[in-house]
């Protein structure tokens, strides 16, 4: 596995992580979990009804931190919107249950992708590795 394999693999065992954004000068944090690789790029998804959507669509620099067996992992970048319809497909085939709530041809549904990210395994007990996609 390559290295933004590992980061998706790492999120999809985690099952959750936490999406940092900044509102002003407040940060805002809550629990993700949607996590796609599609055209070798690392993809989340949100509604655009979501106040976590308008925060990155004001300022797309966010964290996310997942942890699991010891290690933690943080990605922080910038999140670029994706509007289009086979990368929403993508994530919706990937995460099924996402279908009881969004569809690719809804108004609500978004997939963004990471850009300029740096992703940190970290542990208590191996030194820090990073990765850059
Ligand atoms: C385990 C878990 C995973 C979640 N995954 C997502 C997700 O991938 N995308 C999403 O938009 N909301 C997800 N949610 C819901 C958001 O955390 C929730 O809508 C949150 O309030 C959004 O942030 P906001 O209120 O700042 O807009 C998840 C919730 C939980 C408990």
Redesign the pocket.
Known sequence: MNGIERVCSFLDEA??YYLA?VQGDQP?V?????ALLYEGRLY????KV????K?IAANPKVEICAYKDGKWLRVSGELVNDDRRDAKVAMLEKMPSLKAMYSADDDNTQVLYFKNAKATFSSFTEAPETIEF
């Open positions: 099952q959750t954004t805002r809550r629990p993700f979990g949607t989340i998804q949100t509604g979501k106040e976590v959507s925060q």
